[in-house]
C-alpha cells in the first residue's frame, strides 16, 4: 500500500465517520419528533404514522446525501466523470420505507408494554423512543455506509463498463470493534473485470471501498 492509498483510505474514513453522525443525528431527531403529535391532539395511531413517515423521509435523505458526497469525491479523486442514475432513487426510498416501518413497530411494541406496565401515555411514548434509540443509531450509520458504498460501486461500474481499469481496495477501520470478517478482508484487492460485493457486510460496518483507476 503506498502513502497515496493510504491517504486515499483515511479520507473516505473521515468521510464515512461525519456521514454517519450526522445520520445519527437527523435520524434520532426524526424519530422524537413525532413524540410531540399528542400535545396538539393527535392520537396514538396518529403518531406511529408519522414515525414511519418521519423515518422513511430521513433515511432517504440520509442515503441521497451520502450518495452525493460518495459520487462527488468519487469524481474528484479518479478524475472520470460519472453519470447520476434516477433508479437508484426509487430504490433507496423502498429500502426507507422497510427500515423506518421496522422501526416504527418496534416503538409500538415497546409502548404498548409499557401502557401495560401501567405506564401513562405520554410516559410509555418516551420509553419507547428511549428504548428503540440504539436501533435508530444502528440504521442510521448502517443506511450511511450502505448508500455511500453502494454509490462508490455503481461509479465503478460505470467506470468498468467504458473501458477503466478499476482497481478496488477494502479498507476497513482496524480497531478493537474491527470483526474478524472485516479485518480479513482489509487490503484485499479485485482489478476489473472483478469487483467486490460492496460493504456494509453486517449492521454498523464501518468499512469503505477504494477505487484506483487507470485509462
Ligand atoms: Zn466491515
Redesign the pocket.
Known amino acids: 500500500v503506498t502513502k497515496e492509498q493510504k491517504r486515499r483510505m483515511a479520507e473516505w474514513a473521515a468521510l464515512l465517520l461525519i456521514l454517519e453522525n450526522r445520520s445519527k443525528r437527523a435520524m434520532s431527531a426524526a424519530m422524537r419528533l413525532p413524540l410531540a403529535l399528542p400535545a396538539i391532539g393527535g392520537t396514538r395511531a396518529h403518531v406511529e404514522m408519522a414515525m414511519r413517515t418521519a423515518g422513511r423521509k430521513a433515511i432517504t435523505a440520509v442515503r441521497s446525501h451520502a450518495r452525493d458526497v460518495a459520487r462527488t469525491h468519487w469524481v474528484k479523486t479518479s478524475g472520470v466523470s460519472v453519470q447520476t442514475d434516477v433508479s437508484v432513487k426509487s430504490a433507496d426510498e423502498a429500502r426507507a420505507a422497510t427500515s423506518s416501518d421496522s422501526l416504527a413497530r418496534q416503538w409500538s411494541e415497546k409502548r404498548n408494554a409499557a401502557l401495560i406496565d401501567g405506564k401513562s401515555e405520554a410516559e410509555a411514548s418516551q420509553a419507547a423512543s428511549d428504548a428503540i434509540e440504539s436501533a435508530v443509531e444502528r440504521t442510521a450509520v448502517t443506511e450511511a455506509a450502505d448508500a455511500l458504498n453502494a454509490e462508490i460501486a455503481r461509479a465503478n461500474a460505470d467506470a468498468r463498463a467504458r473501458g477503466y481499469k478499476v482497481t478496488e481496495t477494502w479498507n476497513?477501520i482496524l480497531d478493537s470493534r474491527t470483526?474478524e470478517?472485516?479485518f480479513y478482508r482489509d487490503g484485499q484487492q479485485r482489478v476489473a473485470p472483478d469487483f467486490f460485493d460492496p460493504?456494509?457486510?453486517?449492521a454498523r460496518?464501518?468499512?469503505v471501498l477504494v477505487t484506483e483507476i487507470e485509462g
Open positions: 476497513a470483526c470478517e472485516c460493504p456494509p457486510v453486517h460496518c464501518r468499512c
